[in-house]
C-alpha cells in the first residue's frame, strides 16, 4: 500500500468519525427535543388540534352507534315560545316534568340545573315532594372559583336543602376546560364530589341490575369524552313535547331510559345561563356544544365504556424511535432527494400508525411533538450536510463543472469517493490540439477579433469535448489539452478522444466556412492522441494546484501533435489508442518512429474516420499506402516507390510524397545494416 492509499484511508476514517459523530449528535438532540417538548407541553394546543382531528377522522370512518337508553329534554327556543315564560321556570313546571318522566318509565331522571337558591316556598315543596316520589332523580351541584388578590378560593353550590334532601342522589356538573377552551374530558377527582356524569351512569347500572365495579375499575381519570358528533347527534326533544308525551313522542319514548334535562339554547337569554362550550367538532361558533349534551356523551362513554387510552409512553417512544432511526438510516444512504423523499414518507408513515392506533385501538398519544422532533432532525441534518458532508461534493462541482461534462460532473457529485485529489493511477487517453501557423495569424488579426475568433473555436471545441465526456486539463496559448477516463473510469476512454478529434475536426470546417464570409481566416488543427496508464490528482504546491494526468503517455500524446506537421496529417494516434479503436475507425500507420527526447520507437497512425466513412477507393488508395511502407521497412525502396506513385495518380497524399523522398533518399545512400525501420524525429 503506497503513502496516498494510506493518507486517504485516513481522511475518509476520519470524515467518517467526524460524520458518525455528528449524527449521534444529532439523534441525541432529536431525542432530547421530543423529552423536553413533551414534558412542557410546548406544542399543547397543537396536540389538541391534532387529537380533534383524529376524533373527526374516526367518526368518519367508523361512524358510531347512537344510543337508545339516554335522552336529552332541551329548554330550548320552543319550549320559551310555547309556554311563554322566561329564564328561570317556576319549579313547579319541572316538578310537572319530573312527573311525568316517573310515570313514562324513566329509568334515571337528571337536572343539569343547579337549584342553588330558594324560589317561594309552596314550588319548592311541590317541587321536593315530586323529586322524593320519583326516587330516581339525581340533581346538578356545582363549585364556584373566587380569585381575589394572590388567592383563590373554592366554594361549594349545591341545591337547597329541600330538594338536595328529596333526591337519591347529587352529582357535580362542573365542566374543566383545556388549556385552549374547549372541552375533551372530565377529570374525576376535581373535588370530594363524584361527577353528575359518573353518579347518573352509577345508578342507571344499579337499577338496571348491571354491574357499576365497571366504572369503578376500568374508567380513566380524566376520562376523555368519547363525542358521538355534533350537536344533537343524541336523542334531544323539547321541553314542552316531554311534558305531554304521549301526544308528541309516545307512551314508551322514556321507558327504562336516562333522561338529562338542561339548556340547550341557540342564543342563551343572560349569561348566567351560558352552558355551552366549545368542543372536538366544532367548525363555527354556533356549533358550541351544551352542557347537558357533554353530560349525555360521557354517560355514553362510561357506559358502553367507549374509552379512549393514552397509548403506554414506551410505545410512543418505540415509535418515535424506529422513525428516527430509519429516516437516519435513508439520510445517511440514499441521494439527497431520495434520503428527503424517504424520510417525508416515514413522517407520513408515523402519522398514520398514530391515527391507525387511534382508530383501531381508541388509543391516543402525542403526535404533533415527536413529529416536529423529525422534522427538526430532517432540517438540522440536511443542514449539516450541506455545512459539512456536502463540501466536497460542492467543491468538486465547482472545481469541475467548467472542464468536465455534466455527467461526469454528477457521477463525481454522486460518489465523491470516485475522485483521489492525491493521486490514482488510470489507464486514459489524452489528446492534444494546437493552431496550425497561428503565430502568424495572431500578428495579423486586430487583438479584439482575435479574441472572438478564439472565444468561437474554443467554445466549440470544448462543447465536442464535453459531449464526449471528456476532462478539460488546460489551454496553452491556442492549444489545449483533455483526457477521458479520469477522474470516472471509463472503458471506452480510447472511443471517445478518437470520436472528439474527429468531431472537432468537423466543427472547425464549418467554423471555418463561417469566418470566411465574416472576413476572419481560416485556421487549420493538428490533433495527437495517445493512450497508456497514467498518474491523476492534483498537482503543484500547497497552495496553488491544478488537478491533472502525469505519465510518459502524456507527454507522447504531445509529441504525436506536433508530428502531424512533418506528415501533412491532422489527426495522428499512437499505437496503445489504435489497438482499443481499430475496430471503430478507418486508420492507416503513418511510420514508425522515434519521437525527439524518447528512445523507444512507436508505430504512429493517421484517423481517416469513423468506419463506414470512407469509399472503396480511399480504402485502396491507403492500403496502397500501408503497403508500400511495408516495403520500404524490408528495404525493397523501389518496390514501395512504385506503390507510392499508384496512389498518387489518382490524388495528392503528403504522407505518401514524403515517404517516396525518403525512399530515394536510401536508394541513393542505403541506411546501415542493423537498420531497423524507425525515422528518429529531430524536432518537436
Known amino acids: 500500500m503506497d503513502n496516498d492509499t494510506d493518507i486517504n484511508e485516513l481522511r475518509e476514517a476520519s470524515s467518517n468519525r467526524i460524520k458518525i459523530r ?94 342553588s337558591e330558594p324560589s317561594d316556598q309552596e314550588s319548592d315543596t ?42 337519591m342522589s347529587t352529582g357535580l356538573v362542573w365542566i374543566s376546560l383545556d388549556e385552549d377552551g374547549f372541552v375533551r374530558r372530565i377529570k374525576l377527582n376535581q373535588s370530594e364530589k363524584r361527577p353528575f356524569s359518573m353518579v347518573v351512569a352509577d345508578k342507571y347500572l344499579n337499577i338496571t341490575e348491571q354491574s357499576s365495579n365497571l366504572l369503578i375499575n376500568k374508567t380513566p381519570n380524566p376520562v376523555l369524552i368519547n363525542y358521538l358528533g355534533v350537536p344533537r347527534s343524541i336523542k334531544t326533544v323539547s321541553y314542552y313535547q316531554a311534558l305531554n308525551y304521549n301526544k308528541w313522542l309516545g307512551n314508551d319514548f322514556f321507558k327504562d331510559k336516562i ?59 418505540l ?23 424517504l424520510f ?15 382508530i383501531s385501538l381508541s388509543l391516543t398519544s402525542n403526535v ?89 473555436y474554443f467554445g466549440e471545441m470544448v462543447d465536442v469535448m464535453l459531449e464526449n465526456k471528456g476532462t478539460l486539463d488546460k489551454f496553452i496559448g491556442d492549444a489545449m489539452m483533455c483526457f ?43 490533433i495527437g492522441v495517445n493512450s497508456g496508464r497514467v498518474v491523476a490528482g492534483n498537482m503543484g504546491t500547497k497552495n496553488v494546484f491544478n488537478y491533472t494526468i502525469m505519465g510518459d503517455p502524456v507527454n507522447l500524446g504531445a509529441r504525436l501533435e506536433s508530428a502531424n506537421k512533418q506528415y501533412g496529417t491532422n489527426i495522428m494516434l499512437g499505437e496503445t489508442t489504435r489497438e482499443l479503436v481499430k475496430d471503430d475507425f478507418h486508420l492507416r500507420c503513418l511510420d514508425y518512429i522515434r519521437v525527439k527526447g524518447k528512445n523507444k520507437p512507436v508505430s504512429v497512425y493517421e484517423l ?30 523501389q518496390a514501395a516507390i512504385n506503390l507510392l506513385d499508384q496512389l498518387l495518380e489518382s490524388s495528392p497524399d503528403e504522407p505518401a510524397e514524403i515517404l517516396k523522398k525518403r525512399c530515394y533518399i536510401y536508394i541513393t545512400a542505403p541506411p546501415k545494416i542493423d537498420w531497423d525501420g524507425v525515422y528518429t524525429l529531430t524536432r518537436k
Open 22 to 115: 455528528a449524527y449521534i449528535t444529532l439523534l441525541g438532540m432529536a431525542i432530547l427535543c421530543n423529552f423536553i417538548a413533551d414534558k412542557q407541553s410546548l406544542f399543547l394546543n397543537m396536540e389538541y388540534k391534532n387529537y380533534d382531528l383524529f376524533l373527526k377522522i374516526s367518526n368518519q370512518i367508523n361512524p358510531p352507534s347512537i344510543p337508545e337508553n339516554i335522552v336529552i329534554v332541551a329548554i330550548d327556543e320552543p319550549s320559551m315560545q310555547e309556554f311563554n315564560l322566561q329564564w328561570p321556570w317556576p319549579r313547579k313546571l319541572h316538578a310537572n316534568l319530573t312527573t311525568k318522566l316517573h310515570e313514562a318509565g324513566a329509568a334515571i331522571i337528571g337536572f343539569d340545573i343547579v337549584f
Open 319 to 341: 415509535i418515535f424511535m424506529v422513525a428516527l432511526l430509519l429516516g437516519a438510516y435513508a439520510l445517511v444512504r440514499q441521494h439527497h432527494w431520495l434520503g428527503s423523499l
Open 608 to 637: 481517416l474516420g469513423p468506419k463506414g466513412t470512407l469509399d472503396e477507393q480511399s480504402i485502396k488508395k491507403y492500403k496502397l499506402y500501408e503497403a508500400a511502407f511495408e516495403e520500404y521497412t524490408k528495404q525493397n525502396f
Open 259 to 317: 333522561v338529562l334535562i338542561g339548556i340547550n339554547l341557540a342564543a342563551a337569554p343572560n349569561h348566567k345561563v351560558q352552558d355551552h362550550f366549545f368542543y372536538p367538532f366544532l367548525t363555527t361558533a354556533n356549533q358550541q356544544i351544551s352542557g347537558v349534551e357533554i353530560h349525555a356523551n360521557l354517560i355514553d362513554t362510561l357506559l358502553r365504556q367507549r374509552f379512549i387510552n393514552e397509548t403506554p409512553i414506551i410505545v410512543q417512544w
Open 126 to 167: 311541590y317541587f321536593a315532594e315530586a323529586l322524593g316520589k320519583s326516587n330516581n332523580v339525581v340533581l346538578a351541584e356545582d363549585i364556584e372559583v373566587i380569585k381575589e388578590n394572590n388567592y383563590q378560593f373554592i366554594t361549594a353550590v349545591s341545591p337547597i336543602p329541600v330538594l338536595e334532601n328529596a333526591v
Open 484 to 526: 477521458y477516463g479520469v477522474p470516472i473510469r471509463a472503458n471506452e476512454h480510447a472511443k471517445q478522444a478518437v470520436s472528439t478529434a474527429w468531431e472537432m475536426q468537423q466543427r472547425l470546417t464549418a467554423l471555418n466556412k463561417e469566418w470566411v464570409v465574416r472576413g476572419f481566416p481560416e485556421i487549420n488543427m493538428r
Open 344 to 358: 417525508c414518507g416515514l413522517l407520513i408513515i408515523f402519522y398514520c400508525l398514530h391515527l391507525y392506533l387511534f
Open 368 to 456: 404533533v411533538t415527536p413529529l416536529l422532533c423529525l422534522i427538526l432532525f430532517l432540517f438540522s441534518e440536511r443542514v449539516y450536510s450541506y455545512a459539512y458532508v456536502d463540501r466536497e461534493k460542492r467543491f468538486i462541482k465547482k472545481a469541475f463543472s467548467h472542464y468536465l461534462s455534466p455527467a461526469v460532473v454528477s457521477q463525481l457529485i454522486e460518489n465523491p469517493k470516485r475522485l483521489n485529489l492525491s493521486g490514482e493511477y488510470f489507464e486514459t487517453t489524452v489528446l492534444f490540439t494546437d493552431l496550425v501557423g497561428f503565430t502568424t495569424i495572431s500578428e495579423e488579426m486586430e487583438p479584439m477579433k482575435l479574441r472572438t475568433l478564439l472565444t468561437e
